[in-house]
């Protein structure tokens, strides 16, 4: 009798610590599958960077000049989504660089270009006139808008995006000092305009999607724009 009860309790013991340890193995494998998911979803599908339509007070109506000299409004472009940039033709580096990056972007973009027009917007219409601009955005790509307009046009198109820009002297523009500085105020032709270099992504409604900060790469400003016609449609393909 003894010796059988002893067995039959060793096997039960057994059988316990069998079914102890394979739950902390599952328990284990579970918490591993658990901690590499949110990494395996975001390698497939990355955070959306588009902000709800309306939602962010920026951009709106404006009356500029295009590169051609003609009149244009923000109606102007075939209800295509606007990729807007603001800056000045003598600009050393944020610009070039940035209508450089969008210029890619097209070309990665492909036929889905079209649903997208680029502008480039001089925030120094003094010296920016058309036929200098049409020079200017041809070097980089040949869908890019270069626009313009009387300083006062441009001063309510650029508070409208929001964009800060100021004309200083090249000493203070080298040396990133703003104009509030002792520098002094630069003198006639001398000067460059410090800017904010965000290129903005607008519906074909004309309302914010999201914006692209200084050296942001094209493949991601291809992505976003696909990721826009994806979710809100192709207006240059209904157009055809
Ligand atoms: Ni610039």
């Known amino acids: 009798m003894r010796p059988d009860a002893d067995r039959t309790r060793r096997l039960a013991r057994r059988a316990l610590l069998i079914l102890a340890v394979g739950g902390v193995i599952l328990a284990a494998a579970l918490v591993s599958v658990y901690l590499a998911l949110p990494d395996r979803l975001q390698a497939t599908a990355p955070a959306s960077r588009l902000a709800e339509p309306g939602s962010v007070p920026i951009g709106g109506p404006f009356a ?29 580096d944020v610009c ?10 097209l070309d990665l973009l492909g036929s889905e270009a079209n649903a997208v027009q680029p502008l480039f917007v001089s925030l120094d219409p003094e010296r920016d006139r058309p036929k200098r601009l049409a020079e200017y955005v041809k070097a980089f790509h040949p869908r890019i808008v270069g626009l313009t307009g009387t300083p006062r046009q441009i001063t309510a198109v650029a508070k409208a995006y929001r964009v800060f820009y100021e004309k200083v002297s090249a000493k203070s523009y080298y040396g990133r000092k703003s104009a509030a500085s002792k520098e002094p105020k630069p003198v006639g032709d001398d000067y460059l305009i410090s800017h904010q270099g965000n290129t903005y992504l607008m519906s074909p409604k004309g309302e914010y999607l999201a914006h692209f900060s200084y050296g942001t790469k094209a493949p991601e400003i291809a992505r976003v724009i696909r990721e826009a016609i994806a979710k809100y449609g192709n207006p240059a393909r209904r157009e055809e």
């Open 64 to 92: 500029l000049v295009d590169h051609r000299g003609r009149t244009v409004t923000e109606k102007s472009f075939g209800g295509r989504y606007l990729l807007v940039f603001f800056g000045f033709t003598n600009c050393p």
């Open 96 to 105: 070039p660089t940035t209508l450089g990056d969008i210029a890619r972007a």
